[in-house]
Nanobody, 121 residues
Framework: QVQLVESGGGLVQAGGSLRLSCAAS????????MAWFRQAPGKERVFVAA????????SYADSVKGRFAISRDNAKNTVYLQMNGLKPEDTAVYYC??????????????WGQGTQVTVAS
């Protein structure tokens, strides 16, 4: 059974930083791409960043390029999202997913429960 557990969310002032973590179990971690998506209140879940199984390739939404960085530690079965220069519009529930490469929800077949990020102005 595949399980993903996110952590690291919280309340931060605009301009601040947070690092999200997602610990995975139940499948060969390095064999799958990992991604972060987010869902703001009243809006659809949208792509934030993705990283390939070996960590060589990354992809970012335009809205977070230059501010967020995705990385993974395959020895720890964990993917990270370093978020710098946070803005109020980054406020959302952040979800990690595992699956094949892509920026669509359909590319990922397992999801975590989400972690809340709130950025105060």
């Amino acid at each position: 059974q595949v399980q993903l557990v996110e952590s690291g969310g919280g309340l931060v002032q605009a301009g601040g930083s947070l690092r999200l973590s997602c610990a995975a179990s139940g499948r060969t971690f390095s064999g799958y791409a990992m991604a972060w998506f987010r869902q703001a209140p009243g809006k659809e879940r949208v792509f934030v960043a993705a990283i390939s199984g070996g960590g060589r390739y990354t992809s970012y939404a335009d809205s977070v390029k230059g501010r967020f960085a995705i990385s993974r530690d395959n020895a720890k079965n964990t993917v990270y999202l370093q978020m710098n220069g946070l803005k109020p519009e980054d406020t959302a529930v952040y979800y990690c997913g595992t699956g094949s490469w892509g920026n669509s929800e359909r590319s990922y077949d397992y999801w975590g429960q989400g972690t809340q990020v709130t950025v105060a102005s």
